[in-house]
């Protein structure tokens, strides 16, 4: 089946195709973020007091989206963003393992873009695969002992979302290096990374006089310690797909009663995957909010059981997350303070029943028009964003 190369190379054709497809429809899309990041690259434009984006600002992101946004459209700053996360899964895996094939590679990208999360939350102007692109880029640059480059890529990446400092720090810590790297070299490599990424918040910084008031971020403390563990563990399992997890979960359970727990540690750069996995499940449990949140966590799960169990569970896994593109299952039925999609989710109460949804591909088609809940006027701004067109005028 997929282990043809060719019919491998042509299911991720048909995949890449589809998504580039509707990045040139899909307009601005759902995101609520998005106009504030283009709202901050064109107040950089008009020399003006710099707008950040979210309470803590993403340059690189804000910049890149924004200019494609202004000078070329929705469709330039979606077809970016989807080629992002195409790339940066390509050189992640690259990156991290040692010995490869192309029809490794093409089949790890297969899994990473059926996932409902990486592919249809990617084919969106947000930020997040932005990010991610220049951490895999720099962990190849890494890999190929190219430090400098490595240094400037993950300072992009930085500039990008400033979180993802904490994903650098288990890269440069814990990478397998074909020879030993001592640890003062390793943290000289940290400080010129961190130095480069924080170039990008001097604007910032220079505007709140030096404070650091920006460096903070809207958490739902609201619910109280049980709230948010329960959006914690909901979103996180969710962002899996129900199916998907339990298929994982009882892999890992075989596997762990057939082999040794030493060996589940010790594979290529267990030690990185493991980092990114656990930090970023707990940046997530304080901030519990979009599941893209989650998406190195879920590109680091994807390769962990890539390279732990046999292909033919991976094919499973891939139909598993296709499945879920057009049905999905769920176990909580929740009650939301209100039914109006231009409201801002919040759930009120929930109860454990078992159901079924409509798929994220019908969830996202139907979600196209969303961009209007933040249009308040009918200026021709306001006009060219509901079109998806080019907002210079």
Known sequence: MLNNQKFALLTLSIIVLFGIYLSLVSGYGSDEDTLPLIGAFESMMGGETIMASRFTPYPVAEIGIGFLSYQLGSWAA????????????????????????????????????????????????????????????????????????????????????????????????????????????????FLGTFFIGGLFYLPIWFEHGFGIEWLTAVTPNNQGLTGLLARFFYKTFMSITLLSLIFISIVFFFFFKKNKIKKFLDFENSKLIFG?????????????????????????????????VNKKIVYLLIVLNFFSWFVDFDFLNIQYKTEDKCNNVEAISANFQFHLNKGRLFEFLGSRDKISCWIHDDSVRSKKILSGDALKE
């Open 276 to 308: 990114i996995i656990i930090s970023n499940l707990i940046l997530f449990f304080f901030i519990p909010a979009e599941m893209s949140y989650l998406q190195p966590f879920l590109i680091s799960l994807y390769y962990l059981v890539y390279k732990l």
């Open 78 to 189: 979606n077809l970016a963003t989807f080629i992002f996360i195409i790339i940066g899964c390509s050189f992640f895996y690259l990156s991290l393992s040692k010995k490869y094939k192309l029809n490794d590679l093409i089949l790890f990208l297969i899994l990473c873009l059926s996932s409902p999360v990486l592919f249809f939350d990617n084919i969106e102007p947000i930020d997040y695969s932005w990010a991610f692109v220049f951490l895999a880029i720099g962990t190849f640059f890494l890999k190929k002992n190219f430090f400098e480059l490595a240094v400037i890529f993950f300072g992009i990446s930085i500039g990008a979302r400033i979180n993802f400092i904490l994903f650098i720090f288990f890269i440069i810590f814990f990478y397998q290096f074909n020879y030993k790297i001592k640890n003062s070299r390793k943290i000289f490599l």
